[in-house]
């Protein structure tokens, strides 16, 4: 997956705020959410909570973190990490680029990478 | 120097979690729960998805079984009998013995037995284990009379989920609404309520007696009605686990007393999760807590402790509850001196926040309103000043009012 997908602008997502793209769109089989951190970047994991079904695009995003709005688990924005219980399981972390102002999603291929 | 052999007691949330976060804080000692059930298991889901089948054993364990591999924690299927904490030596039932330089103590609680003249029968259950949940869906079909001795949050769980599963089902409280310490007035009385709205019969009375008469139970209540059903459940909290505690001679009262960070009144030993309770610098005794979080966080601080770095800070207290298909989440206290500010949504009550006088935020629970709830917290442990016109205000985002930084 090589081809980006574009999210939106930069203004459609306020920071502290997340956009959904549905798996329909993604074509990795689960829906990505793209978030706007308070480090003012974007990030995206897959929205689907590691713990149990919940959307993390619903999540409470702070600093870069995002708080599962069912049952608090926490991730790292970066990373995908599980920084908290109920989560034990990393999300799947998606690389975002920010090009002339667009947000850029590259599915399935990780953050790191 | 931090304690190079860790041996926790309990594998529960608590235990877990202490085994977790001391792999996290980079302890690379010796590492081993103790536990009659095996493997760490979740306890919410008992009362619901477990008791459903939606969800199998695997699915509620706290970690795969390769996580224990992977971290090198050792899960040892076995009940402690006794404790030393001078030489820090624990003996298993199986007779065997093990030492550590530091022990904690997550044993928990048994779930209380109503003490009224045939509350200890043996076919009166209680949901406590994966075993219980297990025993309780063994006994229920389509059409199985159910009475439920406590509408609190597991009795209230139990209803939704039990007449899902096509049973015929009454609860019985002494209060009603029930809840309303946790959730205030106006949103214990609709979560009451929705009860009846779907065919659960909620009794209001104290339970004086129960009789058995071979597989059909009678329930007689004070003021003289008397309820039949073939399956009783009672719900009415926990007792601590605390014999091993008090036997190797720690300080115990309704809980195994702990400081702020988890020790008991023995150097080696600490005690995290439903079988602690805190005692204050002056003396004083916190009420026991007994939610998931609690767990959790006592789990995260007994961690920082024995690796010697700095403990977690932990926020006003959360929980959650489920029940016929609302997500029900309370942060902070909802009974502490103030007043109550109402949100309403469609005209029934969906946020509920609790003010002090100097316009401090005190407590908030929430039916299906997660970031209400979210925001609540931040700004009750930030002491985010507001006004109860700001926070009346549908229109106003509680989580606006959190992004002011105190």
């Known amino acids: 997956m090589s081809e980006p997908i574009t999210v939106g602008s930069i203004d459609d997502i306020e920071e502290g705020e997340a956009q959904v793209v549905e798996a329909e769109q993604t074509g990795t089989g689960e829906a990505i959410a793209v978030f706007h951190a308070e480090d003012g970047n974007f990030y995206a994991l897959d929205d689907n909570c590691t713990h149990e079904t919940a959307s993390l695009g619903d999540g409470w995003v702070e600093g870069t973190e995002v708080e599962c709005p069912v049952h608090s688990a926490k991730f790292c924005l970066l990373s995908g990490e599980a920084l908290c219980m109920p989560a034990t399981i990393a999300a799947r972390t998606h690389k975002v680029e920010v090009v002339d102002d667009q947000v850029l999603l590259y599915p399935g291929m990780g953050a790191a990478g | ?406």
């Open chain 2, 1 to 406: 120097m931090p304690a190079q052999r860790v041996i926790i007691i309990g594998g529960g949330l608590a235990g877990f979690t202490a085994a977790r976060e001391l792999r996290t804080r980079g302890f690379a000692g010796e590492l081993t729960i103790i536990d009659p059930q095996g493997l760490p298991y979740d306890r919410p889901p008992l009362s619901k998805q477990y008791l459903l089948g939606t969800y199998d054993q695997e699915k509620i364990l706290l970690a795969p079984e390769s996580w224990y591999q992977d971290n090198a924690v050792e899960v040892l299927v076995a009940e402690v009998t006794d404790l030393d904490p001078e030489s820090g030596t624990v003996t298993t039932d199986s007779g065997e013995q093990r030492t550590a330089d530091a022990i904690v103590l997550a044993t928990g609680g048994a779930a209380r037995r109503l003490p009224v003249p045939g509350g200890d029968l043996d076919s009166v259950l209680t949901l406590r284990t994966r075993e219980d949940a297990d025993i309780l869906r063994s006994r229920i079909e389509a059409g199985t009379r159910v009475a439920i001795i406590g509408a609190g949050l597991i009795g209230a769980e139990v209803a939704s989920s039990l007449k899902s599963l096509g049973a015929e089902v009454t609860l019985i409280d002494p209060l009603d609404p029930p809840l309303e310490p946790a959730v205030g007035p106006e949103i214990a009385r609709h979560l009451h309520d929705m009860h009846a709205k779907h065919g659960v019969r909620a009794v209001t009375g104290v339970s004086a007696q129960i009789e058995a008469e071979g597989s059909v139970h009678r329930i007689r209540l004070q003021d003289g009605q008397s309820i039949e059903a073939d399956v009783v459940l009672v719900g009415i909290g926990i007792i601590p686990e605390t014999g091993l505690a008090e036997r190797a001679g720690l300080l115990v009262d309704n809980g195994i007393l702990v400081d702020h960070a988890q020790r008991t009144s023995h150097r080696r030993v600490f005690a995290i999760g439903d079988c602690s309770r805190t005692r204050n610098e002056d003396g004083t005794y916190q009420r026991r807590a007994e939610h998931w979080e609690h767990a959790m966080n006592t789990g995260m601080t007994v961690a920082s402790v024995i690796q010697e770095v700095e403990a977690p800070q932990h926020g006003a207290p959360w929980f959650w509850s489920d029940r016929y298909g609302v997500h029900v989440e309370g942060v902070g206290s909802m009974s502490a001196e103030g007043k109550t500010v109402l949100r309403q949504v469609e005209g029934k009550p969906s946020v509920a926040l609790r003010v002090s006088e100097e316009g401090l935020l005190l407590g908030c629970a929430v039916i299906d309103d997660s970031y209400s709830v979210r925001a609540a917290r931040r700004i009750i442990d930030r002491r985010i000043p507001m006004t109860v016109e700001q926070l009346e205000d549908p229109e106003v985002p509680l989580k606006k009012l959190a992004r002011q930084r105190g």
